[in-house]
């Protein structure tokens, strides 16, 4: 066929292909503005959803403050509950009238279901609240307060099934918003586990009682939640491109919160491990405690604020693209008929293979096949240069990962014993520091036990230095064997290991150190051709509450001990007592 007719022919078939694409572009540009206008409504009624879980939340501070006070109570106490429960009231109402606007169907009926739910539990936790308020305070047993306290916490959990479905929504039409939307929601769970935290202490300071186990353990996972949703959180926030309204809203909570709240917290906890003197009742207690939660609200509406903003802007941007389009279609009509075959097989398809693999490097996929160069042109020399990016990306993993295993080879070389594989003499004494700083800080005892293998040069020298290593070798196994979960143990030098118990006084000291002294004299050593050898160890015991949180006085103690099982005929168990303090004054003298 002749050129001049062909290419006419090609001219109009590109021009209705060029038409088709415009055609899908402006599809795709009103399917973009759809998308921005349910993200942008997403947003409002997650902000809602949030609100409404946070005046359920902020409304137990009041609601722990009247399960403390006695009959009649205080009329602001009764007044600061009313606006609680109003303020709650109004935001689900909005949250209520929101909700019939969600795009999906299915979504929508959801929702507003559980919500219902969530009312319905709301009016019950109310009703046991205002139950337990009637009877008389000296009546109010600590199960009764806290089975309310759990009923009005279990509402949060009852309404995040609204907000995830909302954030979801809203992540789905515009994934842009899914870091800020996600921050926000681990902000807002933040300050429920915070205000959980509070709610904890509301049956131990109304009676006046230390905490019970049970108390402890809630209290020690909640805070074990909050600490990890503050290193979450610290990511987000922290890293490259934050803005400074977010980084500044996150030093006001980390001022307020994990700081002065975090004071107030420790000293609660304080007494309710021990006396159990609280100088604060629940009302008092939030009082000076919800203020400093509180500001992660204003943390929470600023990543909500940008979130509305980068939706907004996406609307904008999608409703300009749609325009745009509309106003160039013919144009790109008319330049793209005459060129397209040329542009497609020489620029687009090689250009759309090569941003697929990059984006695949960009993912660490370094198995995507590579495209190939049609021409000897500028995108064949991009095609190359990605070539050369995933063989230096191979190259760079590959020496990596040999940097990573020598480190962690090197880091475990240096804190573990090589014979015994137990933490060496300096590994402990960094673990053991960290121990007695806890316990410092805590106010719970701990015993340190030192021992060593009796007559272990014998040993040596009439079996081998072999047999010796075996026999350190065994009795590090029967240690680990009898270690409780938490304890430190290491080897102390040659023949001797060290061990410190945490909350272990004298006397379950004695009886730990007498099982393993036991376990090793029961156990024998297996040496070189099957020959089975027993040992024995001297064993020396001593704890803080008579000798103090100081490892070189523990271990002066222990080891004295230690000696005087030796003297006593080995294979013993001693505590360090009065004398060995003075033999070891002297000894530093």
Known sequence: MLLSRLLPLLAALLALTTAALVGRLSVTAWQSDERAGVSLQSVKQLRLALVAAEMVSRERGPTNGMLGEALPPRSERVQALQEARARTDTAWLALGQALPAVASEALRRDAIQRLEVARAALTKARGAVDRTIAVPKEQRSPESIRAVVHEMVALVPILAPVVSMLANEAQQAFPALSDDVQSARLVSELREYSGLLGSHFTAALARRKPFTPEERLAIERTRGRIDELRFLLGVRIQGPGQSAGVTQAWDVVQEHYFGIAGQLVDRVIAAGETHGAYD???????SLYVPEMN????????LMDRAAERAKGELERSRRLLLLVAAVSLLVVIVLAATMAVVHHRVLRPLAETTQ???????NDLQTKLPRPVANDEIAAVIGAVHTLREQTQQRERLEQERDGLIEQLRAQSNSDFLTGLPNRRAFFAAAERELAL????????AAILFDIDNFKAFNDRLGHAAGDCALMHVAQVVQRELRTGDLVGRYGGEEFVLLLSHCNSDL?????ERLRAAIAASPVTCAEGVKVHITASVGVADSRGEGLSLETLLSRADAA????KAGGRNRVELADASSQDASLKLGA
Do not use: C, I
């Open 280 to 286: 604060l009742d629940p009302a008092a207690f939030a």
């Open 295 to 302: 500001v992660m609200f204003n943390l929470r509406d600023v």
């Open 357 to 363: 693999a990059l984006k695949a490097l960009a993912r």
């Open 439 to 446: 316990a410092r800080r805590h106010g719970h005892v701990v």
């Open 509 to 513: 000291g004695m009886q730990f150190a």
């Open 562 to 565: 230690m000696y005087r099982a």
